[in-house]
């Protein structure tokens, strides 16, 4: 598997991803989901650049706290700036399989787009299980890349450049699996929903419009693999460039919300 550095320059790019209207509703619907309140203490698995954290540290208030933490030393800079004029944030670096946090020391847990990177699953979930406190909620929200649909009139390329990007994932499909492995690690499924980033025409500023530059640049570093050749790559966005300006871009993915309650 050749993963995505997480890097100062993907942070400024996943920034601008997560700046689209799909995924700002997408924030908005895990903190409905989760529903903090005043008070409470609020763990954001994998961080990232800090859009939600920075959200969920305001909900709890000076009175709760927030922890974010990540792998990646570009993240926890990126969020630790954003989040720095709040006394109730603290964001450090840290390992979704290994939390350095105390048995039971959360109300609440979020982690969005994370868990897909974790190959050994049982075991974050269990570190999950374990920092929250009994009856504590766990927000958990990925991508299956099964459930995309993009427009194109040559498949069998569309077909290899997205194998090419499902390869920098340990699980493309988790959420597939994702009940099962909640319901052995100790919690109880409350509620599970789609929340999609759907592009049916060619919106430049959307989730679909930041994809297009991840996968192309992706590709041009791992393509090889998986026979793309620099023409193929560039066959591939001439014909996206070539559908956006006949309006017949179509794309359309799902995220899965599951929203748990640890037993
Ligand atoms: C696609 S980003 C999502 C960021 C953020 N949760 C959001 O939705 O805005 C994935 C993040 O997960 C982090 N990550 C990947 N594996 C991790 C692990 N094992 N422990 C902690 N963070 C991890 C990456 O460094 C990256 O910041």
Not at 192 to 211: C, H, K, L, N, T
């Amino acid at each position: 598997m050749s993963q995505l550095t997480f890097d100062a320059a993907a942070a400024k790019s996943m920034e601008a991803i997560y700046t689209t209207p799909d995924v700002v509703a997408q924030r908005a619907r895990v903190i409905d989901l989760l529903a903090p309140v005043p008070g409470e203490r609020v763990l954001d698995v994998g961080v990232g650049p800090g859009l939600l954290a920075l959200d969920l540290a305001r909900l709890v208030g000076e009175s709760g706290r927030l922890v974010g933490l990540d792998l990646a030393p570009a993240m926890v800079a990126t969020a630790a700036a954003r989040l720095k004029d709040l006394p109730q944030a603290e964001i450090r670096a840290g390992d979704a399989i290994a939390l350095e946090l105390a048995d039971g020391a959360f109300d609440a847990a979020v982690s969005t787009q994370v868990y897909e990177y974790v190959a050994d699953m049982p075991r974050a979930l269990s570190e999950l299980h374990r920092v929250l406190r009994s009856g504590g909620r766990a927000v958990i929200l990925d991508t299956d890349w099964r459930s995309l649909v993009w427009h194109s009139s040559d498949p069998g390329r569309m077909d290899r450049m997205l194998a090419c990007w499902d390869d920098h994932l340990a699980d493309p499909h988790l959420p597939a699996r994702l009940g099962p492995l909640l319901r052995h690690a100790g919690f109880e499924v409350r509620r599970v929903e789609i929340v999609p980033m759907f592009s049916p025409r060619w919106q430049p500023v959307s989730y679909a419009a930041g994809m297009i530059r991840s996968i192309r640049s992706f590709v041009r570093n791992h393509g090889q693999r998986f026979g793309l050749t620099p023409e193929d790559q560039e066959a591939w966005w001439s014909e996206q460039e070539a559908l956006i300006a006949a309006d017949e871009f179509f794309f359309s993915v799902n995220r899965y919300a599951f929203l748990a309650t640890r037993l």
